[in-house]
């Protein structure tokens, strides 16, 4: 089986608060370390009242201060928020703390609303359509410093932190193989241009010194449990927090709702019926059997997996199932 890993968005829930989170999210890498994942990422979003990884550099240290094998990383950090600089010391320092075990993932959307995000940048002068040659920069400052170079990344330059490419459209799969770096395209919440994107990606790939061939990591959101039923229920709180986001009405991750989505109208139903193509529901047979299908369709090379689950218990267990039927 492909290497598996974890996607964390620090779900704050309904009756919970973000030092809750946090230690949830410090608990679930230990326990997934030991289980045999392989990497565990943390999203940069602002302004949600139900994600605590703002500060997306921060909880990387916090988990990785907590773990001894684990890769742990960004997925991502939104660059155009960000001068090039400040992230290439932020991540300077976490591989001087963390040697060898940190991942930089960068992706060109916000995060966030316009609001949130000229309160972030001050002016929105940073516009996405300079992503890619913030990027070069970023990378520019890990590499050894020239004698002529007047800027410099310290703790930074000289050092071999991983960067990736994250999208959920055609240009983050054109940009990641014009620079020959791995790429993970955000299928569990964006899938409709994932065939279209690995497909390019993988034919326009050029080799590079960080990568002889292309690598491609997809998003899948999972759902496990001993009873396909209970599993339905977890994957609920998921179900709810999406409609709501893309409803105008982002919020605390609720508690699950048995039938939901007989609830639903049908704007609401269409909503979600795209990302269930790269949603993973049910028993420990099932899931094996629906992640299999998802690898030999798409041929990934590793999966990230996101579990949005109200109970922490549960969405531990969900990811122990995982690791039991799949590493």
Avoid at 19 to 43: C, I, M, P, T
Avoid at 50 to 64: K, L, Q
Avoid at 304 to 319: G, T, W
Wanted: charged letters at 15%.
């Amino acid at each position: 089986m492909i290497p598996l890993s974890v996607l964390d968005l620090s779900p704050i829930i309904e009756g919970g608060n973000a030092s809750d989170s946090l230690r949830n999210s410090l608990d679930l890498a230990q326990h997934v370390e030991r289980w045999g994942f392989k990497r565990y990422w943390l999203a940069e979003h602002h302004g949600m009242p139900g994600i605590a990884s703002a500060a997306t550099s921060v909880v990387i240290g916090h988990v990785a201060a907590g773990t001894t094998t684990l890769q742990v990383g960004a997925g991502g950090i939104m660059l155009p928020n960000h001068a090039p600089l400040v992230i290439a010391e932020q991540f300077g320092t976490l591989e001087s703390l963390f040697p060898g075990r940190i991942d930089l993932a960068l992706g060109r959307a916000p995060g966030t609303d316009q609001a949130t995000a000229h309160a972030l940048r001050r002016n929105l002068a940073s516009s996405v359509d300079q992503f890619p040659q913030d990027v070069v920069e970023l990378m520019a400052y890990f590499n050894a410093a020239g004698a002529e170079q007047q800027v410099h990344a310290i703790p930074g330059a000289g050092l071999s932190v991983p960067i990736w490419i994250l999208g959920s459209s055609l240009f983050g799969a054109q940009l990641a193989a014009h620079l020959g770096l791995p790429y993970s395209f955000a299928s569990h919440f964006a899938p409709a241009q994932m065939m279209d994107a690995i497909a390019i990606y993988r034919e326009q790939f050029k080799p590079s010194e960080y990568l002889a061939a292309p690598y491609v990591m997809l998003g899948c959101s999972m759902f496990a449990a001993d009873d396909a039923k209970d599993a339905h229920l977890l994957a609920s709180s998921w179900q709810q927090a999406f409609v709501n986001l893309y409803s105008g009405r982002p919020g605390k991750l609720p508690p699950p709702v048995a039938d939901y989505l007989d609830s639903l109208s049908s704007m609401e139903r269409h909503m979600l019926q795209g990302v269930f193509d790269c949603t993973v529901i049910g028993s420990p047979d099932q899931v094996r059997e629906q992640v299999n299908q998802f690898v030999e369709k798409t041929g990934a090379n590793e999966l990230i997996i996101a579990c949005q689950c109200y109970n922490h218990d549960a969405r531990l267990r969900s990811y122990e199932i995982v690791a039991e039927v799949l590493i």
